[in-house]
């Protein structure tokens, strides 16, 4: 089970930081990533990492976003700067066992979401 945390309202150029804590089983050894949805659009790919701490970030939030990860709390996180009005989305943690970090369908676990809004 993931349950991701730390959503909300924040102005254009703040900031915010979102928690997902896996339980269950232990994700240490799998793919975590952080993928979005805003009203409308397609589900978009924003970061992930491997196990070995390689980190993976789309194109759109390169520089601004960056993803940890807590194997000892079994805890992931998005530390989310600069934030725009086109960040606003749901935001999900998901995990999967191995293989490609970019393909949402692709991931087996995922959380129920935690709501992101930026105004302007």
């Known amino acids: 089970q993931l349950v991701e945390s730390g959503g909300g309202l924040v102005q254009a150029g703040g900031s915010l930081r979102l928690s997902c804590a896996a339980s269950g089983r232990t994700f240490s050894s799998y793919v975590m990533g952080w993928f979005r949805q805003a009203p409308g659009k397609e589900r978009e790919f924003v970061a992930a990492?491997?196990?070995?701490?390689?980190?993976y970030y789309g194109d759109s939030v390169k520089g601004r976003f960056t993803i940890s990860r807590d194997n000892a709390k079994n805890t992931v996180y998005l530390q989310m700067n600069s934030l725009k009005p086109e960040d606003t989305a749901v935001y999900y943690c998901?995990?999967?066992?191995?293989?490609?970090?970019?393909?949402?369908?692709?991931?087996?676990?995922w959380g129920q979401g935690t709501q992101v809004t930026v105004s302007s």
């Open positions: 998901a995990a999967r066992v191995s293989g490609s970090v970019w393909q949402g369908s692709a991931y087996e676990y």
């Open positions: 990492m491997r196990s070995g701490g390689i980190a």
